[in-house]
């Protein structure tokens, strides 16, 4: 099974089931072809035995103290950081690539790790306790409420509200979508064709709300992918109705008038 299939099974399965390492891996497969997803998995499984005990706050300092996973503080940008095999490797990444490795390595363990796709910032709940939270990018650093919301500020500065809804679990389809996102917005992206397979990936995600599949089937289309920017955009009118039907099959037969 190639890294697109395999992306779709994972991404595909009921929502509790889908496994966010597989899942990134896919991705980083994408970037780093000819990587064995298999034999990072068992990376994977190796960190997660080498764990003193099975509960958050114990799994929180196995990664972020002791097996020193951190933040990429210097290079914030950087492509790398958002591909789950360079953050393995590496011990470096953003908060939504660190956050998807202690989701991971809890699974193994039985441990409920819950992402947490707070605005401006990804973090990761305590599933058990349900008001404990910490942050990966900074170190594993424990947090209740009142330090998420501080989080929060120090990203948005008052420009933007907290609301407590924004400390709810991620479902996993939404945060694979948030890492695709991260990367259609670095610089990697500036190359058509690994703009296109990201977008791609995106476009596979079940769920995607129509505004942004019209999005990513446009971004499709801009990096020469006419032909699946096309059959999206034809499945798009088939669940859109009225003058927005009608629309995207006038871009349907304008992207195929280009193609003769």
Sequence with gaps: MDPRERFVAAVDLPAAEVPLDVAGLCIA????????????????????????????????????????????????????????????????????????????IGRRLGVDVQGVGMPGHFLVGDGVRGDVWCDPFSGGAPLDAAGCRRRFDLVYGGAMPFQPGFLAPTPPRAIVARMLANLERSELANDPVQRAWMCGLHLDIPGIALEERMLLAEQLAATGDVMRAAREFDRLAGEGEGALAERLRTRVRALRAGMN
């Design 29 to 104: 497969a994408h970037a780093h072809p000819g990587i064995d997803i298999d034999e990072w998995c068992a990376r994977l499984d190796d960190l997660a035995a080498s764990c003193p005990a099975a509960d958050f706050d114990t799994l929180r300092v196995h990664l972020f103290e002791r097996e020193g996973f951190a933040g990429n503080i210097d290079h914030y940008d950087d492509p790398e950081n958002s591909l789950l095999d360079s953050v393995i490797d590496r011990r470096l990444g953003i908060p939504i690539t660190l956050s998807v490795l202690m989701i991971s």
